[in-house]
């Protein structure tokens, strides 16, 4: 196997070279005092290995790993750091091994012993996918992973900055995000090295734990950003804003088409988690899905089903108290239904919460129509 060495600390460069080459395991193709120089000899020869120091100046070394998965995944990497609380960090990002400095020679042996086996060991094939396996991705109310094989199974984020990290990704899908960009979202309170340290080790493990799920999504990184992307993966804001419909219904069978879409918006978009990066997108989908609930109960009413109109009216106005336009079917529905009580009680209760709340009362034009139908 082909390694390089990274550190910018030329003393301790020189003593793994040393002792990798007394060793005789590993043929060192080039050893770096920067990041930088060490990804440029990676963009024109093969390497398998990577020997990182982590703390470095300019480009740390969680950092470089990052440009070094973007130009191979396959580079193993053994992080070397001169501080317990980074080994341990390195550890966790799922590396080969990590070198605590100064580098020992039993440790070092041991660190070879594990590239050794992890070398020879078969690639397993991968699994065929059952063709009745689905996954899905749910965004309204909650962020949540759904397999069919395993409809209980839950998704245990690490951390809530990583779910919240891959939500942000997820809400942007397909569109790169400056690095700078989500650490101003997602960590605006930290310090800037420390903040983009945070992103580099969750990113790592939102990896891991997509790849534990067997989701087809991947976390990409170029040019300082990121962005997400996903196949054979069904995703129900994508699926809601297909199937939507804000024209009226002009049949039975379109009335049933639209109830499953509907039934996809299980409540808003990312509303458990209260992200306010999040707040435009919510209220753009919160407008879609009234709008074209209103169209179904209209619908329901013009076909004589007033009691399923009320129903699913009164679930909206707890969404938006302040529509008229919901008020008014309620109205209609109660009427239809020859619930007189029910209706004088509903608008009473209608221009108690506007003049409470707003300040305001009902529309003249409204307001005449009701005392006609009393």
Not at 177 to 184: A, E, H, P, W
Not at 344 to 351: D, V
Request: charged share 30%; hydrophobic share 40%; net charge negative.
């Amino acid at each position: 196997m082909k390694a390089i060495l990274i550190d910018d600390e030329k003393p301790a460069l020189q003593h793994l070279e040393r002792l990798l080459t007394k060793d005789g395991r590993l043929e060192i193709s080039g050893k770096y005092t920067s990041a930088r120089l060490g990804l440029q000899h990676l963009q024109q020869d093969k390497a398998d290995v990577v020997f990182l120091d982590i703390g470095m100046p300019e480009m740390n070394g969680l950092e470089a790993a990052e440009h070094i998965a973007a130009l191979n995944r396959g580079i193993q990497i053994v992080y070397i750091t001169a501080y317990t609380e980074y080994a341990i960090e390195a550890f966790e990002l799922n590396a080969v091994d990590y070198l605590l400095k100064p580098v020992t020679t039993q440790r070092l042996s041991k660190t070879l012993e594990r590239l050794d086996s992890r070398e020879k060991q078969p690639r397993a094939a991968e699994e065929p996918s059952a063709d009745i396996r689905s996954l899905s991705i749910l965004c309204f109310k909650r962020l949540e992973f759904l397999d069919s094989c395993e409809p209980g199974r839950k998704l245990q984020w690490r951390t809530s900055k990583a779910q919240e990290v891959f939500a942000l990704l997820l809400h942007h899908r397909g569109q790169w995000l400056l690095k700078d960009t989500i650490v101003d979202l997602v960590w605006p309170a930290f310090p800037p090295e420390k903040a983009v340290t945070n992103l580099h080790t969750t990113v790592y493990h939102i990896r891991k734990l997509l790849k534990i799920w067997g989701l087809n999504v991947l976390v990409e990184f170029s040019q300082e950003r990121y962005r997400l992307t996903y196949e054979e993966v069904s995703f129900d804001v994508e699926d809601f804003m297909r199937g939507w419909r804000g024209t009226p219904v002009q049949n039975d069978e379109e009335w049933v088409n639209r109830e499953r879409v509907l039934a996809l918006y299980r409540g808003d978009y990312l509303g458990e988690h209260l992200y306010d990066w999040a707040e435009p997108r919510r209220k753009e989908l919160q407008t879609a899905y009234l709008q074209m609930a209103l169209r179904s109960a209209e619908y329901e009413l013009n076909t004589a089903r007033p009691s399923h109109s009320l129903s699913r009216l009164l679930s909206l106005q707890a969404v938006d108290p302040y529509s008229e336009d919901i008020c008014r079917l309620i109205l209609r529905s109660y009427a239809d239904l020859g619930d007189f009580i029910g209706f004088r009680k509903h608008y009473e209760n209608y221009k108690a919460l506007l003049y409470s709340e707003l300040g305001i009362h009902p529309d003249s034009v409204m307001d005449s129509w009701v005392q006609r139908v009393l």
